[in-house]
Structure formats: C-alpha cells, structure tokens
C-alpha cells in the first residue's frame, strides 16, 4: 500500500472516530442517532430465544378473510410491557442490531403471522428489576412447528441458531442464556415424545460447546396441557421428559396455567407477558445473574442510555 493511501486512510478513520466519539459526548437526545457505533455493543448482555411459533409469538394474531382469502393477521396491540425500550436491541433476519420492538420474530419465521412473543416483556421486566443490566441484545431464532429433531446440530433450525448467535456476538458482548418454549411437535408421535429428553440433552450438550460457554444458561418452560379440541396425545410424555431434565444451569418453570387463544394452540397477547415475565424470575433465580466484570457504562455519564 502506498504511503499516500495508507494516510488517506488514517485520515478517514481518525474524522469516522473523531464524530462517533463526538456523538458519544453530546446530550443523549443523539445516542440513537449514533448508535451504529461499535461501543454501544460491546457489552451487550445478549439471549437467544428459541423453540416454537409461541416462542416466535402469535400473540393478536386471528384469522381474517381479507379480500376473499382467510388470513392469519396480528391486531397490532402492543401492551405497556412490551414496549420498545432505548435499552434493548434485537438481531433482525439480516444479522443486524436494531432497535427492539413486536413482533420480534419478524422476518424469521413469520410476516403477517408474527405477533406478541415473550421477548419482550422479558427484556422490560429485567431491566425494571435491575437497571444496571446493561443493554440486552434479543437474538429471536424460534421456529415454527419444528419438531426437536429440528434442533439437533446439523438441522437447519440448530444450525442457524449457531450461526446467529456467532454473528451477533461479532461486535462483542455476552451470551448470558437461552429461553426456550417447545415441545408441541413432539406430543404429537411416539417417536417425538419419547426420544425428547434424550435429544434436549444433546441440545444443550453440543450448544454450549458450539458457542464455547459450558455453564450458559438455559430457561426451559415446560410445556402447558392443549386445550381442547387441540390434541397432543403424547403431552404427558413430553412434559415428563422436560420435567425430568437435570442439568446444571438449566432452569426449569412450569407454563401450565397460561391462557390460549381463540386458535386453540397459541398463546394470548397477555399470556405472553406473563410468560415473558417468568423468563425473568427464573433468569434472575441465578444467583450470581450479574457477572459482568467490566461495565463500559461507568465510563459514560449515567443518564446516556436511560
Ligand atoms: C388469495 O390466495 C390466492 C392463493 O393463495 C392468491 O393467488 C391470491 O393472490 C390471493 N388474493 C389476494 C387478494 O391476496
Ligand atoms: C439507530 O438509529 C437509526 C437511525 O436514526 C434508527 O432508525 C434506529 O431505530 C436506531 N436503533 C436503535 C437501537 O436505537
Ligand atoms: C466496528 O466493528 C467492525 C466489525 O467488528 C469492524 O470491522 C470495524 O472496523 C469497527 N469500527 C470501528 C470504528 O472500530
Ligand atoms: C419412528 O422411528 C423409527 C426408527 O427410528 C422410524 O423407522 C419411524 O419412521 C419413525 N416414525 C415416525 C412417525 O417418525
Ligand atoms: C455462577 O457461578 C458458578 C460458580 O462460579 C458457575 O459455575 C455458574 O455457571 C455461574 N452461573 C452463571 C449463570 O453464570
Ligand atoms: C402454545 O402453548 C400452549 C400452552 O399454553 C400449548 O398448549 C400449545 O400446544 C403451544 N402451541 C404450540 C404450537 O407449540
Ligand atoms: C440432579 O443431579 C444431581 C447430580 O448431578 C443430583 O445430585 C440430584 O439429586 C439430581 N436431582 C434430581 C431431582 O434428580
């Protein structure tokens, strides 16, 4: 490289850090606007969410017939909850940070269908309880309608789970768990229902080596009875296998009780808040939840990001 260019270079990058520190500098009314600044995502407490279309989140969504056709479309309410917070992020179906809001599983596994999930009101009621946690980064990988054998490494749900997970941690930033709602495919087939715990210990064995974090926790809800007409003949079998799961830092909670929707097997708007907020119980059960070491924020006036 010549010497002229390599200058030319040192010239944009030292004007590129000269502005983005200025952005830093000024009132906080500006951190949105400079938010594609790496520093904002270094320490990014960051959680995978992962499972079925609950955890994706159909929460509003009925079916219309629009234009002679029958559609599934979400009713658009976003309760106090679940409302997008500066402090709270998600990775989009580009493998970008942006700012969080419902439906968050949009563009993964839905468009139109997607509706209220448990992300959210999870990321809100974490940082109502603790409002030193940092900026919480929501990576929403939930699919719909896979079976377990979807998440096993190799499959494509397993395997983009990885990949997003890698690319989001690109810029830095911690992993701090893993929620997890499935288990519905499984009632379904004998085969499903009696091969799940099997199979969960495998997740969870080849997803902490895939992301180099053996002790990552995983926030396991066990999975609700159908309502009628709705039937998992194998629900029993499931729910004994999530049940009997005893691994170290998987937490476990029991979702019966939640409401359903008109649709019989997904979970209402409010539901989902309720949902979203036992996430966060059990995250915060963790003992030592906060493990940060290194805050970056105490190097910035405190009211930057509140
Ligand atoms: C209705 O559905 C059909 C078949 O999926 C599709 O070809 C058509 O474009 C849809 N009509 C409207 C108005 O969306
Ligand atoms: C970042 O800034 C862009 C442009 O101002 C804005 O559209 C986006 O919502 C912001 N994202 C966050 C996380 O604040
Ligand atoms: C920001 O992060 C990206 C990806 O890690 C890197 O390529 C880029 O050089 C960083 N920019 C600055 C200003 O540090
Ligand atoms: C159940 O498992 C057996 C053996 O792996 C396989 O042959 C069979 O096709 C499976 N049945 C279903 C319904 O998946
Ligand atoms: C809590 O600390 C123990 C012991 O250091 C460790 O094994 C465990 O993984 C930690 N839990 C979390 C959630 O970081
Ligand atoms: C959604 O959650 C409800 C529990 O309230 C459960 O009965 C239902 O089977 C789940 N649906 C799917 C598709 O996983
Ligand atoms: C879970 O496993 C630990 C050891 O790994 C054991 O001490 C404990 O009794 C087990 N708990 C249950 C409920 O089986």
Redesign the pocket.
């Known amino acids: 490289m010549s010497k002229h260019k390599s200058d030319e270079i040192i010239l944009v990058l030292t004007f590129l850090l000269l502005v983005s520190n200025l952005c830093w500098l000024m009132s906080p009314k500006r951190v949105k606007e400079c938010n594609t600044t790496n520093s904002s995502k270094k320490n990014v407490q960051i959680f995978l969410l992962a499972g079925q279309s609950n955890m994706s989140g159909r929460g509003g969504i009925s079916r219309k017939i629009v234009r002679g056709n029958v559609t599934d479309i979400w009713d658009g309410f976003v309760p106090q909850e679940c409302k997008p917070n500066r402090k709270i992020i998600r990775f989009n179906a580009d493998q970008k940070w942006e700012e969080a809001h419902e439906p968050l599983n949009y563009g993964m596994d839905c468009f139109e269908r997607c509706g209220v999930g448990p992300g959210m009101a999870f990321a809100n009621e974490v940082l109502k309880r603790d409002s030193n946690f940092g900026v919480i980064g929501l990576v929403p990988c939930a699919r719909g309608g896979t079976g377990l054998y979807r998440w096993i490494r190799g499959s494509y749900a397993y395997d983009d789970l990885i990949k997003r997970a890698k690319f989001a941690l690109k810029d830095g930033g911690t992993i701090r768990g893993l929620l997890w709602y499935h288990g519905e495919g499984d009632t379904r087939?004998?085969?499903?229902s009696s091969s799940y715990k099997a199979k969960f210990e495998k997740f969870v064995h080849d997803l902490r080596i895939d992301l180099n974090s053996p002790n990552l926790p995983i926030l396991l809800a066990v999975l609700p009875y159908p309502k009628k007409p709705f039937e998992g003949p194998y629900i029993e079998v499931v729910r004994a296998a999530q049940l009997g799961i005893n691994i170290s830092n998987v937490i476990k909670f029991d979702a019966e009780g939640l409401e359903i929707g008109s649709d019989g097997i997904h979970l209402t708007t409010p539901a989902q808040v309720q949902l979203g907020h036992m996430y966060a119980n059990a995250f915060l059960s963790l003992k030592n939840f906060t493990s940060s070491t290194f805050s970056f924020y105490k190097f910035f006036p405190s009211n930057i990001f509140s």
């Not at 087939?189 to 499903?192: A, L, P, R, Y």
């Open positions: 087939t004998i085969n499903g």
